[in-house]
């Protein structure tokens, strides 16, 4: 199983590499998101602000929405020429290919989430205290993230009705995780009255939860498609 | 002897249409079986309910042993499928793709051909195991390369990425796939089309080398011609079923088994049907 | 497997179509419009009969006989609608959880039981809904607002979209089967998503410190004498009809299977009249005779 996650993983990165659509369309558009945010909750920054109190949770919603989009494009790939049928046909064992899958996106992720977490720094005026809780957060958010995000892009792979069902079905399960990631980074700004790693605890939890279900449940669905 | 694939009165549904509606056939290992039939028939839908890909509603269907209604998942590494599509990423190169194809069935596949390597017929068992050491040896590099070199691939085109290529190109790659991957059965649709006159030769003798290896092929296939020299058994697919008709080979017996559709056919011959 | 094929042998030698039967003969004998109700049926009947004269008990006892709260004044009348409606909604996520179990469990998978969980999801849905409504309509003049960041009210919230997500998963058309089960098991991922939600939201809430606005329910009423009568009989009313509702939308999907099934059996003879027709120009054409 993790010979073929480590196979898949490659071969997505390696798509990505020489197709560039990760960096080149999701990048700009989170930085879009957050202009947008800026301009809907601006324009004073600094301290007392809108964007300075709420910078955090920004930060979190445009992660999310590009989740969404790394995990419709890790599945486009498969479903070229009309045929999904390649994965399956493969050969690999479907917790595998979840696991490598997963992966992959989790790598551009959290790319995307160093370049997010500069701008949005830059943008609402936040200085990045706490970069060592800021930083595991990131991690643990996104293992959980693209673990719900691998599964629900199995259910919307393929035509047929079902391109828009992945942000339907992708945020209110990772609602939760939301909330215990915009928590944490508020920790590590010092805002919260709470101290320590608390929701990081709860982040993790999530995130061994959702990996463990996806594992299980996506060969099924992948069948389906 | 066991045959390869036993299907009895086979019904594969999509949504509510009828992809087969009731398919019996008999492959015996080493047969070349040529599929027949108009658009629409089935044809298709055949090959890929052989491969595992479409559940199956009814009837009972046995593919290289394994119970294609409990499990359809784990025959396919035992098999290619070449389908309508060609199941090749666009970003990666020739090369990439058809390595990413090999390692990926290698790991079941190198313990599957093990346990085999202990039951096959003599023949086989010797081919076997000259593949399983080039497999052991190197990481399937070295069946890469051939695969590649005998479709014409090797040169320029071997690191030339597959959205750069066209389609007969693309076509010939996605039959390095399947010749790379060595499968006991193979399962093509439509092998000959989009290749040029050359790479139709080369399929007809892939398919007659992969048969003396001891593989079993079946294929759909428009060109008649071709397809008749190539194959030892013609089947008619039509409405969803299938209809055994006797190639023209000489002593070659036409099959009469019972087969649901073969009182049709015979009342089809000049009688009026509504 | 949910079709399976009947009389096949006797069907073989006379190439009569083969018809494939949905389930067997209970199934066709209860779905025929004709005949006189069966048990179930009319143990369905009264289910409902019952809800709804429960129902109108409910309302007269709830808006005409119960003596007003002292804290809350008429606005405790909600009392007998909204916590039964919530309780209602519970009991329709919980069976749509069991029944995606028992059909993704081997021994007992049958399409009974997703038809039954796709009931259950829709009914719960629909009483989600009134939920957040009923409680909206409580908290605005009890809190000030419509909304409050509450973990019941917040989970409850999201349950409603997460089902409406199902419900859309539902939807995609397929094999019937293979509908089944990715539904089957988009509800069990669902449905472990409830008690994440609502915990995290508790903690949320608590770490805050925020004006602990409670739900109202959990709120100081002291209920006794006639409305506590009131309240029971609003919960076993509504799950009455709450039972009566699920009933009728798996009778529905048993209706639909069997139109389905019949249109199958049609379906299948055209197929294969496409092929003879075919044969029939093919031979003529090129002359060739068998």
Same mark, same amino acid.
């Given at each position: ?48 602000? =809108? ?30 020429? !009309?045929?999904?049928? !390649? ?16 992966? @992959?996106?989790? #790598? ?29 957060? #990131? ?41 215990? *990631? ?44 | ?26 492959? +015996?290992? /080493? ?37 294609? =209604? ?36 290698? @790991? $079941? ?5 093990? *346990?085999? !390597? ?46 750069? %290529? ?35 030769? %080369? ?9 003396? @290896? ?37 002593? *070659? ?22 | ?9 006797? +069907? ?10 949905? $389930? ?17 049926? +009319? ?108 973990? &019941? ?14 419900? @859309? ?9 293979? /509908? ?67 009933? +009728?939308?798996?009778? &529905? ?9 019949? !249109? ?27």
């Amino acid at each position: 199983m993790l010979r073929d996650a480590l196979l898949v993983a490659g071969k997505d990165l390696r798509i990505e590499l020489r197709s560039r659509v990760a960096i080149g369309q999701v990048v700009p558009f989170a930085l879009v998101v957050l202009l947008l945010f800026g301009l809907a909750l601006g324009p004073s920054v600094g301290r007392g602000s =809108v964007l300075y109190s709420a910078a955090a949770g920004l930060f979190w919603i445009a992660v999310l929405l590009a989740t969404v989009l790394g995990v419709q494009r890790s599945f486009s790939i498969e479903a070229v020429d !009309g045929a999904s049928d !390649g994965l399956r046909l493969s050969g690999l064992d479907p917790a595998g290919i979840f696991l490598g899958k997963a992966a @992959a996106i989790g #790598c551009e992720l959290l790319v995307l989430e160093l370049i997010l977490a500069l701008a949005s720094a830059l943008l609402y005026d936040r200085p990045l205290t706490g970069a060592v809780l800021l930083l595991a957060t #990131c991690a643990v958010a996104t293992v959980g993230l693209v673990a719900i995000g691998t599964l629900y892009g199995a259910v919307s792979l393929g035509a047929r009705q079902r391109e828009t069902l992945l942000p339907l079905l992708f945020f209110p399960m990772v609602a939760p995780l939301l909330l215990a *990631a915009t928590k944490s980074w508020e920790e590590a700004y010092g805002t919260s009255g709470h101290q320590g790693t608390g929701w990081l605890d709860v982040l993790a939890v999530f995130a061994v939860a959702y990996l463990a279900i996806g594992t299980v449940a996506f060969g099924p669905l992948l069948e389906d498609a | 002897m066991i045959p390869v694939i036993s299907l009895r009165d086979v019904v594969a549904l999509s949504g509510r249409f009828p992809l087969l509606a009731g398919v019996t056939l008999d492959v +015996q290992q /080493c047969e070349i079986v040529h599929l027949r039939g108009a658009n629409g028939a089935g044809k298709s839908s055949l090959l890929r309910m052989l491969s595992g890909l479409v559940p199956i509603t009814a009837g009972s269907a046995m593919v290289l042993g394994h119970d294609l =209604v409990v499990d359809r998942i784990s025959v396919r590494r035992e098999l290619a499928l070449l389908g309508h599509a060609s199941f090749l990423y666009d970003d990666l190169t020739v090369e990439d793709n058809v390595r990413f194809a090999l390692r990926a069935s290698r @790991a $079941e596949g190198a313990r599957a051909s093990r *346990a085999e !390597g202990a039951r096959a017929s003599r023949a086989e068992g010797a081919r076997a195991s000259r593949a399983e050491g080039a497999a052991g040896s190197l990481t399937g590099a070295d069946g890469a390369q051939q695969a590649l070199a005998r479709l014409g691939l090797a040169g320029r085109l071997r690191t030339t990425r597959v959205s750069r %290529l066209s389609a007969g190109q693309r076509r010939r790659a996605a039959i390095a796939v399947v010749v790379a991957r060595r499968p006991r059965l193979w399962l093509l649709d439509e092998p000959h089309a989009g290749l040029d006159a050359s790479g139709r030769l %080369l399929v007809d003798e892939l398919v007659l080398e992969a048969r003396d @290896a001891g593989a079993t092929i079946v294929f759909a296939s428009h060109e008649l011609d071709n397809a008749e020299r190539l194959a030892d058994r013609t089947v008619e697919v039509s409405g969803g079923r299938v209809v055994e008709v006797a190639n023209e080979a000489p002593g *070659a017996t036409p099959l009469v088994d019972g087969v649901v559709g073969e009182p049709a056919h015979e009342e089809d011959i000049g009688v009026d049907v509504a | 497997m949910s079709l399976t094929t009947t009389t096949l042998d006797e +069907q073989l030698d006379d190439d009569a179509p083969i018809t494939v039967a949905v $389930e067997t003969g209970a199934f066709r004998r209860s779905t025929n419009p004709r005949r006189s109700k069966t048990r179930g049926e +009319q143990i369905i009947a009264i289910v409902g009969a019952l809800g709804l004269i429960g129902m109108v008990f409910t309302v007269w006892l709830g808006l005409w006989i119960t003596p007003p709260d002292e804290f809350m004044g008429n606005l405790v009348r909600l009392l007998y609608v909204h916590p039964a409606i919530a309780w209602v909604m519970y009991l329709a996520y919980g069976g749509a959880f069991l029944s995606s179990l028992a059909y993704l469990w081997r021994r007992t998978r049958s399409p009974k039981w997703d038809r039954l969980a796709g009931s259950f999801a829709e009914v719960g849905v629909v009483f989600t809904g009134l939920t957040l409504v009923t409680g909206s309509i409580w908290g605005r003049p009890t809190w000030g607002a419509w909304w409050t960041w509450d973990p &019941l009210l917040t989970t409850t919230a999201l349950l409603f979209v997460l089902y409406l997500g199902y419900l @859309a998963v539902r939807r995609i058309p397929g094999d019937p089967e293979v /509908c089944a089960r990715r539904s089957a098991i988009a509800a069990l991922v669902a449905f472990v998503d409830v008690p994440i939600c609502y915990f995290s939201v508790l903690w949320w809430r608590s770490l805050h410190q925020a004006p602990t606005v409670d739900d109202p329910i959990n709120g100081k009423t002291y209920i006794h004498g006639s409305m506590a009568w009131t309240l029971l009989l609003s919960f076993v009313a509504l799950t009455l009809v709450f039972s009566w509702l699920v009933a +009728q939308r798996y009778r &529905l999907y048993n209706l639909a299977a069997l139109e389905e099934e019949q !249109g199958l059996s049609y379906a299948l003879d055209e197929r294969r009249s496409e092929g003879a027709e075919s044969t029939v120009g093919g031979n003529v054409m090129s002359g060739t005779s068998s």
